[in-house]
Nanobody, 116 residues
């Protein structure tokens, strides 16, 4: 079992920046690929970014490429999402995800609101 706790959400103006953090506890953090997803009201959950277990590889959704950066610290059991040049369409609840084979764990989410 892995417990994930997101933090860092909030209200920001268009063009602003935020950094989300996700703290993991439970099983060995480095076992899991980590990812961020988001869900806006009335929309399906959307892939944002993922990072491999050792942090060597990352992948981003098309809508955030060049603006968001995912990183992890396996010593601190954390994964972060640095978001810059935020847009109103980035408004959503952001979820942290841990994945390994058939295991999937989710955090409770943190709200990001970008005002125009």
């Amino acid at each position: 079992q892995v417990h994930l706790a997101e933090s860092g959400g909030g209200l920001v103006q268009t063009g602003g920046s935020l950094t989300l953090s996700c703290k993991a506890s439970g099983r060995t953090f480095s076992t899991y690929a980590m990812a961020w997803f988001r869900q806006a009201p009335g929309k399906e959950r959307e892939f944002v970014a993922t990072i491999s277990r050792a942090g060597a590889n990352t992948l981003y959704g098309d809508s955030v490429k060049g603006r968001f950066g995912i990183s992890r610290d396996n010593a601190e059991n954390t994964v972060s999402l640095r978001m810059i040049d935020l847009k109103p369409e980035d408004t959503a609840v952001y979820y942290c995800n841990a994945h390994y084979v058939v295991e999937d764990y989710w955090g409770q989410g943190t709200q990001v609101t970008v005002s125009s």
